[in-house]
């Protein structure tokens, strides 16, 4: 559970201190799209911001531009369903009110562990 509360922490930090490439901000209706880049160019995440607070759907991806993170903010706090892959697992966790009300690890649809 920590490991899974960690890496929450460091994916969807928003700040990328080592970042060479500049982050990009678009305008979209209500929302700001921000899209910040790993150092050899591929996107590292993608998300919104709402009155200055992450807001809506956020992805997370590795240099190889493969997913590794996806999940949902409303008003700066994550909600519902949040997934992180690795190479042979899936953990979901499903947050309430920005806290983690349950987790499971997935292994070849195969449900290994739950929280």
Known sequence: M??????????????VMAQNIEPKYEIEGNLVKATYYNDNGTVKQEGFYKDGKVHGKWVSFDEKGVKIAMGEYK?????????????NTLNEVDYNDSRVAEAKKWSQGTLVHRN
């Open 2 to 15: 920590k490991k899974i509360i960690t890496l929450c922490a460091l994916v969807f930090s928003g700040i």
């Open 75 to 87: 008003n700066g706090e994550k909600t519902g369903k949040w997934f992180f892959w690795d190479k």
